[in-house]
């Protein structure tokens, strides 16, 4: 099954479902199941640098200060869609779901993974992440 690696707490978000959008510098044509593997190395700490009408919606949604896992697969998603990003889309965006903008980099040029029927596993499975879109060979769903 394919994985992406992603950074805490956007993993967490991302397998919640709170954050439906996953931005990238660059995109895929794959579609379909995809595993959230959370990165090793916790993130957290760039958050405390936002401007506060973005790092609002990191606090309303319980994602600043918890002790997320690390270094495992959390969750999975269905990718339908990714878009390469013109300032229209950007825009849109930020005005219609300020919520997602502040969890993404918007920037034209850069591709938004949409993604849906987020789970969030009640177990992570340890595993090493990699860079790229990358296939885990275990069993998802023990």
């Not at 319980?62 to 300032?87: R, S, T, W």
Request: hydrophobic letters at 40%; a neutral charge.
């Amino acid at each position: 099954m394919k994985a992406l690696t992603v950074w805490q707490p956007w993993a967490q978000l991302l397998a919640m479902g709170t954050k439906s959008i996953e931005t990238r510098s660059w995109g895929t044509r794959y579609r379909g199941h995809i595993l959230i593997h959370a990165a090793k190395a916790d993130h957290q700490y760039i958050i405390l640098r936002y401007p506060h009408e973005l790092f609002q919606h990191f606090e309303a949604a319980g994602a600043i200060y918890k002790d997320f896992p690390l270094g495992a697969i959390i969750g999975q998603a269905n990718l339908v869609e990714c878009i390469q990003m013109d300032q229209e889309y950007c825009d849109r965006m930020k005005k219609q779901n300020p919520a997602e903008y502040a969890f993404g980099n918007y920037e034209p040029g850069r591709y938004a993974w949409v993604m849906k029927d987020a789970v969030l596993f009640d177990k992570p499975i340890p595993a090493k992440g990699k860079q790229g879109l990358w296939n885990w060979e275990d069993d998802a769903n023990e």
